[in-house]
């Protein structure tokens, strides 16, 4: 395993980094590989050397800094309640890392969107790329749709990291709609291949090029110290707080007292349900919240279309630059791990 890693650190992250960025690649690098351990198994193999698992290019690229950080972290994997923490990674967020949700459909707990304040700017450099309608026409038919004559796009809506979440590709014939990571992997079939993210708008990004989530707003509160909002796919109701129970994924009980709410920002604070700051509505990781948000209107853009986006990757878990910046900014590796990963233990 160690020897492994000697070839894939330098390769997923510059050699010249600073030294807690690298064993923080070290152990999410470890922690993947022992996660990935069975996955080619049938085929009589563990792993693939290039970013379907991860790049490793052998002997002649390691180098004696990334190897000093495989060294120093010898041994250690995240694990997330006892087992071995899927610790994928991306080279930039964009300022703000996907929850793999609204990447690959599956809810992970430690793999939430959040801020990623270590990005500076200088490191998420905004990208712009141009396509033009045969080359849409091209990419819908090797979807094997046929829609006829492109016309436009239409950016449907944003997640709360501030990436595409649906997008559709009017015809003369009709429309075809792609979602979540397929919002970027769609466009593979162009003259320069899938997009570098799913962080893009029709418009450029402000100065300072930095993506401001959208917020959803707090609904008001009733006057009565009995009662509590709660937002459901309904729209928020008030209910009152006698008889009120609350369900976990451990259990199933009754409302008293005080309650712990642990937002998308991993800050946990206790509240009393009675005074009116219940209805918060911090966490948006459930779909009708996600439904509900975007950061622009729907927009629609016909004829050849110019796409301005940040962020380099799917963007869940780990960014490479951010690591990079934490790192610079005094964080050690376990800090590191411990932010782009909530809930994770490093042993």
Same mark, same amino acid.
Not at 156 to 177: C, D, H, P, W
């Given at each position: 395993?160690?020897? @492994?890693?000697?070839? %894939?650190?330098?390769?997923?992250?510059?050699?010249?980094?600073?030294?807690?960025?690298?064993?923080?690649?070290?152990?999410?690098?470890?922690?993947?590989? !022992?996660?990935?351990?069975?996955?080619?198994?049938?085929?009589?193999?563990?792993?693939?050397?290039?970013?379907?698992?991860?790049?490793?290019?052998?002997?002649?690229?390691?180098?004696?800094?990334?190897?000093?950080?495989?060294?120093?972290?010898?041994?250690?994997?995240?694990?997330?309640?006892?087992? #071995?923490?899927?610790?994928? @990674?991306?080279?930039?967020?964009?300022?703000?890392?996907?929850?793999?949700?609204?990447?690959?459909?599956?809810? #992970?707990?430690?793999?939430?969107?959040?801020?990623?304040? @270590?990005?500076?700017?200088?490191?998420? #450099?905004?990208?712009?790329? !141009?396509? $033009?309608?045969?080359?849409?026409?091209?990419?819908?038919?090797?979807?094997?749709?046929?829609?006829?004559?492109?016309?436009? %796009?239409?950016?449907?809506?944003?997640?709360?990291?501030?990436?595409?979440?649906?997008?559709?590709? /009017?015809? $003369?014939?009709?429309?075809?709609?792609?979602?979540?990571?397929?919002?970027?992997?769609?466009?593979?079939?162009?003259?320069?291949?899938?997009?570098?993210?799913?962080?893009?708008? *029709?418009?450029?990004?402000?100065?300072?090029?930095? %993506? $401001?989530?959208?917020?959803?707003?707090?609904?008001?509160?009733?006057?009565?110290?009995?009662?509590?909002?709660?937002? $459901?796919? +309904?729209?928020?109701? !008030?209910?009152?707080?006698?008889? /009120?129970?609350?369900?976990? +994924?451990?259990? *199933?009980?009754?409302?008293?007292?005080?309650?712990?709410?642990? +937002?998308?920002?991993?800050?946990?604070?206790?509240?009393?349900?009675?005074?009116?700051?219940?209805?918060?509505?911090?966490?948006?990781?459930?779909? *009708?919240?996600?439904?509900?948000?975007?950061?622009?209107?729907?927009?629609?853009?016909?004829?050849?279309?110019?796409? @301005?986006?940040?962020?380099?990757?799917?963007?869940?878990?780990?960014?490479?630059?951010?690591?990079?910046?934490?790192?610079?900014?005094? *964080?050690?590796?376990?800090?590191?791990?411990?932010?782009?990963?909530?809930?994770?233990?490093?042993?």
């Amino acid at each position: 395993m160690e020897d @492994y890693l000697y070839g %894939v650190v330098p390769c997923e992250m510059s050699a010249s980094w600073h030294g807690e960025a690298l064993k923080a690649q070290a152990v999410a690098a470890r922690s993947m590989a !022992t996660f990935q351990y069975n996955r080619f198994l049938s085929r009589g193999y563990n792993l693939v050397d290039t970013t379907t698992s991860q790049v490793y290019r052998g002997i002649t690229a390691e180098d004696s800094r990334s190897n000093a950080a495989v060294d120093a972290t010898s041994g250690e994997i995240a694990t997330y309640n006892g087992k #071995v923490a899927e610790t994928v @990674y991306s080279a930039s967020s964009g300022g703000y890392t996907a929850d793999s949700q609204y990447v690959w459909g599956n809810a #992970v707990p430690y793999l939430k969107a959040k801020p990623d304040p @270590y990005e500076s700017a200088a490191n998420h #450099v905004p990208w712009t790329r !141009t396509i $033009t309608t045969k080359e849409l026409e091209k990419c819908v038919a090797n979807q094997g749709q046929n829609i006829g004559t492109v016309k436009g %796009v239409r950016i449907e809506g944003y997640t709360t990291s501030g990436r595409v979440k649906a997008l559709t590709i /009017l015809g $003369t014939n009709g429309e075809y709609t792609v979602k979540n990571e397929a919002t970027r992997t769609f466009f593979s079939g162009s003259n320069e291949g899938s997009l570098k993210s799913r962080m893009y708008k *029709f418009t450029p990004y402000d100065e300072g090029n930095q %993506v $401001t989530p959208p917020v959803i707003p707090k609904p008001s509160q009733p006057e009565s110290s009995n009662k509590v909002n709660i937002l $459901t796919s +309904d729209g928020a109701v !008030t209910l009152d707080l006698e008889g /009120l129970w609350i369900e976990s +994924d451990a259990t *199933f009980s009754k409302v008293e007292g005080e309650v712990y709410i642990q +937002d998308q920002d991993s800050v946990t604070s206790s509240i009393e349900l009675g005074i009116g700051d219940a209805a918060d509505n911090t966490d948006r990781d459930l779909d *009708f919240k996600e439904d509900a948000i975007t950061s622009e209107d729907a927009t629609t853009v016909y004829g050849d279309i110019t796409l @301005y986006g940040m962020g380099y990757g799917h963007g869940v878990g780990m960014s490479q630059y951010g690591a990079k910046g934490m790192a610079e900014a005094g *964080f050690d590796y376990e800090d590191i791990i411990m932010y782009y990963y909530d809930g994770v233990i490093i042993e």
